[in-house]
Nanobody
Framework: QVRVIESGGGSVQAGDSLTLSCEAS????????MAWFRQPIGKEREFVAV????????RYSDSVKGRFSISKDAAKNLVYLQMNSLKAEDTATYYC???????????????????WGQGTQVTVSP
């Protein structure tokens, strides 16, 4: 069982930056597709970004493309989500997710991910 822990959330002003961290332990980190999802209050969980285990495939949702960046520190089993130019509509609980199925291509739907963190809250004031 993979243990996933997010950190780095907080309250910021619109236009600010924030970096979320995700630590995945208990398995073979080098073979995991790693993704970030978010869920605003009262809404469905939505895909934000994914990085394939090779790093060759990185995808973002249209709403964050050009502002957010996903990266990995393999030596520390960490994945980051750098969020720049934050907007009020980015306010949500952010979740890190692990796909440990060793698929050839990363997926964009939450049911495809088998391990999740507890979430970290990001609040952006206008």
């Amino acid at each position: 069982q993979v243990r996933v822990i997010e950190s780095g959330g907080g309250s910021v002003q619109a236009g600010d930056s924030l970096t979320l961290s995700c630590e995945a332990s208990g398995g073979t980190f080098s073979t995991y597709h790693m993704a970030w999802f978010r869920q605003p209050i009262g809404k469905e969980r939505e895909f934000v970004a994914v990085r394939s285990y090779t790093g060759r495939i990185i995808r973002y949702s249209d709403s964050v493309k050009g502002r957010f960046s996903i990266s990995k520190d393999a030596a520390k089993n960490l994945v980051y989500l750098q969020m720049n130019s934050l907007k009020a509509e980015d306010t949500a609980t952010y979740y890190c997710a692990v796909d440990s199925h060793f698929r050839g291509y990363p997926r964009f739907e939450s049911p495809d991910y088998d391990s999740w963190g507890q979430g970290t809250q990001v609040t952006v004031s206008p």
